[in-house]
């Protein structure tokens, strides 16, 4: 081969190589820019010890709010989860129907983050949730929703409160009638307590 013809397939071989690596790096940027975006990195620390949540976005401290977790015998897990289910209202069947506006659940046995004005916010006092303010809730709930759960990273640390923490629910429903008195088809039991009936599934 002349040197010519050695010296222009040198130039086709180096051409092609940075063509190559030209387009790799740009694809790159771009998948990183598109992983950014729609899969932020958020991290929900819960510290039982000092009843806090702090909320970070891709490593940057964004909230610091007071929580309730569970009572004495309804301690909340320990451990990380991934968020994997929210539902903007949801209503609990076990714990007799109570709301749990903006829910953001992290186990399957049923532990949620979600609003709450039960009183104790900052102590254990909850059924095994984590409860937060209604607006705190709510904020909460807008910023995993707009980052998608995908990157949404619960980690519950530490150990309960010392001292016997009752759990804090409202009261079951009560009769707004007077005894042996029958409600009619539209008519319901309002509920007392903290709710008072504005997360209730209205019965049919």
């Keep these: 081969m002349s040197v010519k013809a050695t010296d222009r397939a040198g130039r086709r071989c180096r051409n092609r190589v940075l063509r190559h690596g030209l387009l790799q790096g ?52 320990t451990g990380n989860y991934a968020a994997f289910r929210m539902e903007k209202m949801h209503y609990s069947d076990e714990w007799d129907g109570a709301g749990m506006p903006h829910s953001i659940f992290f186990t399957t046995r049923g532990h949620a983050i979600h609003g709450s004005n039960h009183p104790g916010m900052g102590t254990p006092r909850s059924h095994g949730c984590v409860r937060l303010s209604l607006k705190n809730a709510e904020t909460l709930y807008s910023l995993v929703e707009s980052h998608g759960m995908g990157g949404t990273k619960v980690v519950v640390a530490g150990s309960d409160p010392a001292g016997n ?15 042996g008195e029958a409600f009619g088809p539209t008519e319901t039991g309002q509920r007392a307590g903290p709710f008072r009936g504005l997360f209730r599934r209205r019965q049919r």
Excluded: H
């Excluded at 899969?39 to 610091?64: H, W």
């Design 165 to 179: 923490w009752a759990a804090s629910s409202a009261p079951p429903a009560v009769r707004t009638r007077g005894q």
């Design 26 to 77: 740009l694809l790159a940027a771009m998948l990183c820019m598109l992983t950014s975006q729609a899969f932020a990195a958020i991290l929900i620390n819960i510290d039982k010890p000092t009843q806090t949540m702090t909320v970070s976005v891709n490593g940057e401290t964004r909230y610091r709010w007071p929580v309730s977790t569970g009572a004495s015998g309804y301690s909340t897990p």
